[in-house]
């Protein structure tokens, strides 16, 4: 699926190298949302929601746990080095997000949060009203550093992307069902809350926007082990169905907001389809093991607490495994769900 956008790279920006030696599809990217985008933001944050020791990071480059929730690259990394980057645009939070740096975009996600704030204030992370805040900062930067019209310009032909609402569902709804009355009006909050960051993006000259849906988050080893009532089945039915019934009101959501801003793209991007895949058949891309993480002993593992340097049975292999951690998937399975976001991010950038 990646070759037809390298194609659309080679015709449009010239033969294909190197991420980064063609000239980008699009001059920025800025992402929202969690750990399945974020590339560090919680390092610098006081939370336990952390990733920035070993095993973390144990495939990245230089074997530096960066704070990716992975064994290496994350969703942000694949889709930049698609789009002709050389990875995912710097964590706005690090020291180093200014200048010149801040030219090809910014991750402004944060690991644990969701499209609710209080989901993010339950684990002292930044909420998405907060990403939507240091956006509005970036763009303050952007200007003083290349002039307003070329940082319009930026701002406009950007891809955004927006991955949340996993955690609103497994560290909030189901630990706390009793504060909402119903699955549906829980997920009609969320959507509502989308939105609202779509309106105030568009609002801030974005233009195009791809929508992560709920990834098959029943599949998750921790969701088997915490849901699954120590049954043997691969994933928790229940919680997949609450992801579909939310996936299909993003979906009408999103196409209600493309009729409201005519010069406006916006798509859904589909998580829920290839990781359910890569769970229930494994074998399909060359790997192995789905029920268990590769980080301990892959059932309930996700933080410093469970998956750390001393972590028992940690597999030697990622590359065998869909998940790293008891949520997270690895640097294997992440290569496979991005390729699949190829066409969906085509009708978004062309």
């Not at 790279?9 to 929202?32: T, Y």
């Not at 189901?174 to 939105?195: C, E, M, T």
Request: aromatic share 10%.
């Amino acid at each position: 699926m990646r070759c037809l956008l390298l194609l659309v790279v080679f015709f449009v920006a010239g033969p294909w190298k190197h991420p980064g030696e063609a000239r980008p599809l699009v001059p920025a990217v800025m992402l929202f949302g969690d750990s399945l985008v974020d590339i560090g933001n919680n390092d610098y944050i006081q939370t336990a929601a952390k990733a920035n020791f070993p095993p973390y990071g144990r495939d990245f480059q230089d074997h530096i746990a960066t704070g990716r929730f992975c064994n290496g690259k994350v969703l942000s990394n694949f889709i930049g080095e698609a789009l002709g980057f050389t990875g995912s645009p710097v964590a706005y939070l690090i020291p180093e997000a200014s200048g010149e740096n801040l030219l090809s975009g910014a991750n402004f996600a944060s690991a644990q949060s969701g499209y609710y704030d209080q989901t993010a204030h339950m684990y002292n992370v930044v909420p998405l009203s907060q990403q939507l805040e240091h956006f509005k900062e970036y763009r303050h930067k952007l200007v003083v550093q290349v002039g307003s019209n070329q940082a319009q310009s930026i701002i406009s032909d950007s891809l955004y992307i927006i991955s949340a609402g996993s955690n609103d569902y497994l560290f909030n709804y189901y630990v706390n069902p009793f504060i909402y009355k119903s699955q549906d009006q829980f997920s009609d909050l969320l959507i509502g809350i989308l939105n609202n960051t779509v309106a105030v993006l568009y609002g801030m000259g974005a233009r195009r926007i791809g929508v992560f849906s709920l990834p098959s988050f029943g599949c998750a080893p921790l969701a088997v082990t915490v849901f699954g009532h120590g049954g043997n089945d691969t994933c928790v039915t229940r919680l997949n169905n609450d992801a579909m019934r939310f996936n299909r009101k993003l979906s009408t959501s999103v196409e209600l907001l493309s009729k409201r801003y005519h010069d406006l793209k916006i798509a859904v991007l589909d998580l829920y389809t290839p990781l359910y895949s890569l769970v229930t058949s494994p074998g399909s891309q060359g790997l192995e093991d789905s029920r268990r993480g590769c980080c301990g002993t892959g059932t309930v593992e996700a933080t410093v607490f469970l998956c750390n340097p001393i972590s028992i049975g940690t597999c030697p292999n990622a590359t065998a495994y869909v998940f790293w951690d008891s949520v997270h998937p690895t640097e294997a399975a992440n290569n496979v769900i991005a390729d699949s976001l190829v066409d969906g991010i085509n009708l978004l950038v062309m």
